[in-house]
């Protein structure tokens, strides 16, 4: 968490204030050389930090308490962007509309072009079919194109140019308009003139003055293509988290007084009565008052299979009705829902910023300046050295063209875009790059083993009493102590025992691990582990203890029962394995990651849960505390592995913050939530391996894309220095390069775990 930042009142008292956080959406950003502009820009302002993503078109600012918004957008706009405020959550907007203007222009562009590109071909094969002011023919056609079509181009340029800093766009304008003012000077001029297409390399050694008119034409045509397609493959990327942004109810029937009032969801408050119709979305964190219904959880899990639901089971917004009428009672509202925090994580996810691209942007910030040096040193270098001014004018403009940037700057938003979106239809949430770059180090994963291997729901399987005790007695004072605790061996001796048979409960006190203690009767009663009862002194009768011997060895749990200073019996309770718990470890295993289980159960139990799912009985922590989770992580630690721990409750908060990856289930408690790297919209270990697998892969394409952004440039520009590309090899060449790396990230669209996709495990009725 940030740092508090100190604010001094009026009576000289020391506060500690939080730091606000803004979202900004930047409109005219194109390249990697804008984003470090406007992260500069607002970096100057007292006490402000951004991060700014090329691909989301968003930046978020951390800045001190009671700053004024108005100087951030102030800021980006002095720095020659558009800049409004947004809150989180909302939809982007502003894409359909830059779409739209690229596609106009592209089409004027693409219909001149033709014949213009046609014509040319055609003079330059054949000099004897070139016919008087063949030259102004090709001046009518191109200049719309460079001038009208090209125009967001210069227009951006002439921006960074007022605001003394360079961008792709200036490396687009100059190339482009140098190109037709040395065109329009050798018209002017008079003498022989050949067509671009057809000088090209043989510029390089002939005396010929070329006119570049079409090469300017077509290279605005290529550019602006090549624009146009990024953008929608931004918008593409972008549609996984638009569609959980979108995906909510807009209105509910909410039940008022005896009356169905038919309210917008925005309405909504806590503990309001609403109902939900066969195929009708919930419209909020609720839970069930009547009926019964099989819900569609995919939104959250990823998974097909309804689950069933009834009264008194919790509920999340935005999954879908698919069979009877339910009453519900509204438990979260507005951004507090399951849906919009998750739809939070992936967003902030989107936005923030990995390692390897502040690389990109850091050398992108110098790029273009160095790539105009280079352009000017390389025209100078020509014409003392080369066979004519042609050969300066065409190594010049192709260094210009083919050294823009725009893939250095698409790399890795790119991917984290569409890597984070795929996550969230796999009811996977990737808070950020950060836990991207983590998992490739994750050797091995440690996961509890109630409500992760097993389905955390536990049932009352057997009552054994000592001999003269009533078993009835021993289950009924129990229950009565477990009735005030929320852990899921009390709710298995609750629903066990008779509602009737329940007593007054005095002096409860839950101990962590162990058990509870509370005053029936005028007695004592302690509930909990043989060895919670051992340390008291209260050991068991010889047949408990081979009861309890013969329960463990089946894997399940045994709760002692004790007052007066003896053991009146046994309660024995199982949970069932998931379904899904031993294909997830052995996932885990073709993915080179090692399971490690922490149980608090005895070391018995644990063993046998874990022969099951397949975990090696020498990678079972058994006789777990809580506190102890934390000390076994930086065991492991110490021994050199790279730790991911999975939890979902409070006393698994500090164990997700001191692994190298904490990974938390949706369904989990807040803190853990917050303290996790990972979220996950179901509570099953496969999903760690889809987790892990998904941030390997797009970690694998951020790497392949950097690669190839960085390889390009310092292959393509010794070439274009050397006059070995003609400008317009050098567009087509730098549009391509853009195409492929937001292409390549397009593909994690289709990612598919290993282990298949998302199934349910089987639900209870």
Not at 209 to 224: G, H, M, N, R
Request: net charge neutral; with cysteine.
């Amino acid at each position: 968490m940030d740092k508090g930042i100190e604010v001094r009142t009026t009576t000289d008292r020391m506060v500690t204030a939080e730091p606000a956080v803004y979202d900004l959406a930047v409109g005219g950003m194109t390249c990697a050389a804008c984003v470090g502009r406007v992260e500069r820009k607002l970096g100057k302002l007292d006490g402000v930090t951004a991060t700014v993503n090329l691909a989301t078109e968003r930046a978020r600012v951390l800045t001190p308490a009671g700053t004024d918004p108005r100087a951030l957008l102030d800021a980006v706009e002095g720095a020659g962007y558009t800049a409004r405020l947004v809150t989180t959550g909302q939809q982007r907007r502003g894409g359909p509309e830059r779409e739209d203007d690229l596609r106009r222009r592209l089409a004027v562009a693409a219909v001149l072009a033709m014949p213009l590109a046609d014509l040319s071909l055609a003079l330059s094969l054949f000099p004897e079919l070139r016919f008087a002011g063949w030259e102004w023919v090709f001046l009518g056609l191109a200049l719309p194109m460079v001038l009208w079509c090209g125009l967001p181009f210069h227009r951006a340029a002439w921006s960074a140019l007022r605001h003394g800093t360079a961008t792709m766009d200036t490396l687009v304008s100059v190339g482009t308009l140098a190109a037709t003012a040395w065109s329009l000077w050798i018209m002017l001029r008079g003498g022989d003139a050949a067509p671009g297409f057809g000088t090209g390399w043989a510029a390089l050694t002939r005396t010929d003055d070329a006119l570049y008119l079409d090469v300017a034409a077509v290279v605005i045509t290529f550019l602006l293509a090549g624009r146009y397609f990024e953008a929608r493959a931004k918008r593409s990327a972008g549609a996984a988290l638009r569609a959980l942004l979108g995906w909510g109810a807009k209105d509910v029937e909410v039940l008022r007084d005896g009356t169905a009032v038919r309210l917008s969801v925005d309405s909504l408050r806590v503990g309001d009565r609403f109902t939900a119709r066969p195929g009708e979305k919930i419209a909020t964190d609720a839970v069930v008052e009547q009926g019964g219904s099989a819900l569609d959880t995919s939104v959250i899990t990823g998974e097909s299979v309804p689950r069933e639901v009834g009264p008194g089971d919790p509920v999340v917004g935005g999954t879908v009705n698919t069979a009877g009428h339910l009453v519900l009672v509204a438990s979260r509202v507005g951004a507090d829902t399951r849906l919009a925090r998750m739809a939070q994580l992936v967003e902030q996810a989107q936005e923030s910023k990995a390692g390897a691209q502040r690389l990109a942007d850091r050398v992108s910030a110098v790029f273009v300046p160095v790539v105009l040096l280079l352009a000017a040193a390389t025209m100078i270098g020509w014409l003392l050295l080369g066979p004519s001014t042609a050969a300066a004018v065409t190594a010049a403009l192709a260094v210009l063209v083919v050294a823009c940037p725009c893939a250095l700057g698409l790399a890795t938003p790119t991917a984290v875009l569409v890597g984070t979106g795929r996550g969230a239809q796999l009811g996977v949430f990737l808070k950020g790059p950060q836990a991207l770059e983590s998992t490739r180090r994750i050797d091995t994963v440690v996961a509890d083993k109630t409500g992760t291997l097993t389905e955390g729901q536990m049932e009352l399987r057997d009552v054994v009493a000592a001999d003269s005790e009533s078993a009835a007695t021993m289950l009924s004072r129990a229950a009565s102590v477990e009735r005030a605790s929320e852990h899921p061996i009390a709710a298995a001796l609750v629903a066990g025992a008779d509602p009737a048979s329940m007593l007054p409960v005095t002096g409860f006190t839950a101990l962590a691990g162990l058990g509870a203690v509370g005053t029936v009767d005028g007695d004592e009663v302690l509930v909990g582990s043989p060895r919670m009862l051992a340390e008291r002194g209260l050991a068991l009768p010889a047949a408990l203890e081979a009861e309890r011997v013969r329960a463990e060895e089946v894997g399940a749990t045994v709760v002692g029962v004790a007052w007066g200073g003896r053991v009146r019996g046994l309660c024995t309770v199982t949970d069932r394995i998931r379904d899904t718990a031993p294909a997830a470890v052995a996932a885990l295993r073709g993915l080179g990651i090692e399971t490690v289980m922490l149980s608090g159960d005895n070391r018995r139990t644990a063993a046998a849960v874990a022969t099951v799912v397949g975990i090696d009985p020498d990678h079972v922590v058994a006789d777990a505390m809580p506190e102890d989770k934390v000390d076994h992580v930086r065991r492991l630690q110490a021994q050199g592995r790279s730790v991911a721990v999975v939890g979902d409750g409070i006393n698994d908060a500090a164990a997700l913050a001191a692994a190298d990856l904490g990974i938390a289930v949706g369904s989990g408690t807040d803190v853990a939530i917050e303290a996790a790297d990972v979220v996950l919209g179901r509570d099953d270990l496969l999903a760690v391996a889809d987790a892990i697998e998904l941030a390997r892969r797009t970690h694998r394409t951020i790497v392949s894309n950097l690669r190839w952004a960085f390889g390009y440039n310092t292959a393509a520009l010794p070439l274009a220095v050397a006059g070995l590309l003609s400008p317009l090899v050098a567009g087509l060449a730098m549009v391509l390069s853009s195409v492929f790396v937001v292409s390549q990230s397009l593909r994690l669209r289709g990612f598919t775990p290993a282990s298949g996709p998302p199934r349910a495990g089987q639900q209870r009725g």
